[in-house]
């Protein structure tokens, strides 16, 4: 299939919690006119997991990497937008570390119907990261969404064994736990008032993990979603009619 554009946010390779064989398998059986990395891309909050794989997974998350070199060279415009957990990559603007990929801390983005979007990762309007007082706290709770991942892995094992479908445990409890406390919908409502008072007709973004379209106020929300859940590995793509769809490589394969 071919994209005009498409958006990937929270892929977070060089974790172990990465769904990078599925990644690499969109990647390579799509062409692309321009592709949005929005943030998380290389997670280097666990860089340290990358050499506890076995030579195998490496390769899958390298390959991801190269694949994408090998669209930016053969014409596609794939643009970089960091997030938290790559921050570090901010340090390279206006380098040409990746070749051709181009590096950006935020980036307009207009459909073929003429909406305008703000593409951001989105950490930015977090309080959890963005103040260090709260920083331990944000960190705490990110570990205890790994542990949940591999509570989530040996828990389907035993569902698959008895023939049933994959459920998502961690998903389940995460999205619980945040709409129990608001802070989903505080945060939806906090970006898109953002973009709203700067003349912006949606907001594209990451970060939560939970892939979505929807109108706050006029104004258009949409979550990426992520890489790092066999039930989720999520996009989004404008479809040729510049409409924002979200599109799940899970559910098709």
Not at 45 to 58: D, L
Not at 59 to 71: C, D, G, P, Q, Y
Request: aromatic residues 14%; glycine residues 8%.
């Amino acid at each position: 299939m071919h994209y005009r554009a498409v958006f990937i946010s929270d892929m977070h390779l060089a974790s172990k919690k990465a769904k990078a064989k599925p990644l690499n398998d969109f990647l390579k059986h799509n062409t692309f006119e321009t592709i949005y990395l929005v943030g998380d891309v290389i997670d280097i909050w666990r860089f340290r997991q990358a050499f506890a794989m076995s030579a195998e997974k490496q390769n899958e998350h390298l390959e991801v990497v190269e694949r994408l070199l090998k669209h930016a060279r053969k014409g596609t415009a794939v643009h970089y937008i960091w997030g938290n957990h790559d921050e570090f990559m901010a340090k390279f603007r206006g380098h040409q570390i990746f070749g051709s990929v181009s590096l950006h801390e935020r980036m307009d983005h207009t459909t073929a119907n003429g909406t305008r979007f703000l593409v951001l990762h989105g950490h930015q309007f977090d309080l959890l990261t963005k103040y260090p007082v709260s920083g331990f706290i944000y960190k705490a709770g990110d570990w205890a969404y790994e542990v949940l991942l591999n509570i989530n892995e040996a828990f389907n094992w035993c569902r698959r064994a008895i023939g049933m479908r994959y459920w998502s445990v961690s998903k389940y409890i995460k999205v619980k736990v945040k709409r129990a406390t608001q802070f989903i919908e505080s945060f939806e409502s906090v970006v898109c008032r953002y973009a709203k008072e700067r003349g912006y007709g949606g907001v594209i973004c990451g970060h939560l993990h939970d892939p979505k379209i929807k109108s706050v106020d006029g104004i258009v929300y949409a979550n990426c979603g992520c890489w790092t859940e066999k039930d989720n590995c999520t996009f989004l793509y404008e479809d040729e009619n510049g409409c924002l769809k979200v599109g799940s490589y899970a559910r098709t394969h």
